[in-house]
């Protein structure tokens, strides 16, 4: 009842106050590249709907819209077993073929998953941080798509049509695409989207400014001492320890920051940012590449700090020029057809696919 109103208010606004789609902007996708982000799937769990963007010019901009299933019951996922969906941000980090599954879980389970699934890097650190509990969370499709028309149908997963999953498929690379997951996707008009982001943009170049000057207690201010998750120094402490002796090198470092996406959960009572940017490190004793990962959460005082920092060689090429890096076409990388009948070599409860996805471009 709750979002019948939010809608009916939304179009009675719209008609008495029309405005052009552009204005509006999502509110989780504020910065995106033509590296990590050149597409971006958002998942809307009120509406059951699986939102598909691309960017351009570092904007968001809505391909298409396909029909899921999530969690058979609602809210965000917390406990192992709990049959709820997570709500945050997620990479896409593995691909399992109809026949992965079929040899992982035996035929009468992995048909379940119909002709594949993508795996979620749930629980991610902001999870982690929070205590949640479980695994296993993909975006798959299902040898009966009947479970799509019942929206609440899944022990956790995104689940879609075997043919939507096929479509998807030809957008995502593994360690870098990400799927977004909210109750409700919301908009802002695009002056105060454009303010979110430049407040975000001045952090990070505050913070990488007091890393090239080696000023440390400047640096150390833009982190939360708690929460904080470090995979490898586990603390606060520790994290500070390493970084204060790495801070008495008697030069200052290069560092470059390049590809930017900032991407936000959208939760309104936990809000958090994921930030990612390709890292080119250069100092008298290291001279590296790779993935920066950021997650931001707001302070009592509602000021963005760091509360777990990543670094990873995954999903970075070995080729280190940017106009290499940035090339993406899309392609059939993960299926050798577009036929489920003929992926899965057996009948499946196909739903009627006529009006269940919207076109808009």
């Not at 599954?101 to 993508?118: P, T």
């Not at 205590?131 to 009947?146: A, L, M, P, Q, Y």
């Not at 204060?244 to 959208?266: C, E, N």
Request: hydrophobic residues 35%.
């Amino acid at each position: 009842m709750k979002n019948t109103f939010k809608s009916l208010w939304l179009l009675l606004f719209l008609i008495a106050h029309p405005v052009s789609a552009d204005e509006f902007l999502p509110t989780t996708l504020l910065k995106l590249d033509p590296f990590f982000t050149h597409h971006i799937l958002v998942a809307e769990k009120s509406t059951h709907q699986l939102h598909l963007f691309k960017n351009e010019d570092g904007l968001p901009k809505k391909v298409k819209t396909f029909e899921v299933a999530t969690g058979k019951r609602a809210g965000n996922k917390f406990l192992q077993g709990d049959h709820r969906t997570p709500e945050g941000v997620y990479r896409l980090t593995e691909f399992l073929t109809h026949q992965d599954l079929l040899k992982r879980h035996g035929v009468e389970v992995g048909a379940i998953y119909g002709v594949g699934a993508f795996v979620m890097d749930y629980p991610n650190p902001i999870d982690t941080l929070a205590g949640k509990t479980g695994g296993g969370i993909w975006v798959h499709s299902t040898n009966d798509e009947t479970r799509i028309d019942k929206g609440l149908d899944s022990r956790g997963c995104i689940v879609s049509t075997n043919k939507d999953l096929i479509e998807l498929s030809q957008y995502i690379e593994l360690q870098r695409s990400s799927v977004v997951v909210v109750q409700d996707l919301t908009y802002l008009k695009k002056d105060s989207w454009q303010k979110n982001r430049q407040e975000i943009e001045g952090v990070l170049e505050g913070w990488l400014t007091a890393w090239r000057n080696l000023d440390l207690q400047a640096y150390l201010s833009y982190y939360s001492p708690n929460p904080f998750y470090d995979p490898v120094r586990k603390n606060f402490e520790a994290f500070k320890a390493h970084k204060r002796a790495v801070f008495q090198q008697p030069t200052k470092p290069l560092i470059d920051a390049q590809h930017l996406s900032i991407i936000g959960s959208g939760s309104n009572t936990d809000d958090y940012l994921m930030v990612s940017f390709i890292q080119k490190y250069q100092s008298a004793t290291l001279n590296d590449i790779g993935r920066k990962t950021l997650y931001l959460k707001r302070d009592s005082q509602f000021r963005w700090k760091i509360v777990a920092e990543m670094w990873s060689k995954h999903g970075i090429p070995e080729e280190t020029e940017q106009d290499q890096l940035a090339q993406f076409t899309p392609s059939m990388r993960f299926f050798e057809s577009r036929d489920p009948a003929q992926i899965l070599q057996v009948d499946f409860r196909q739903r009627n696919q006529s009006n269940t996805s919207q076109l808009n471009e």
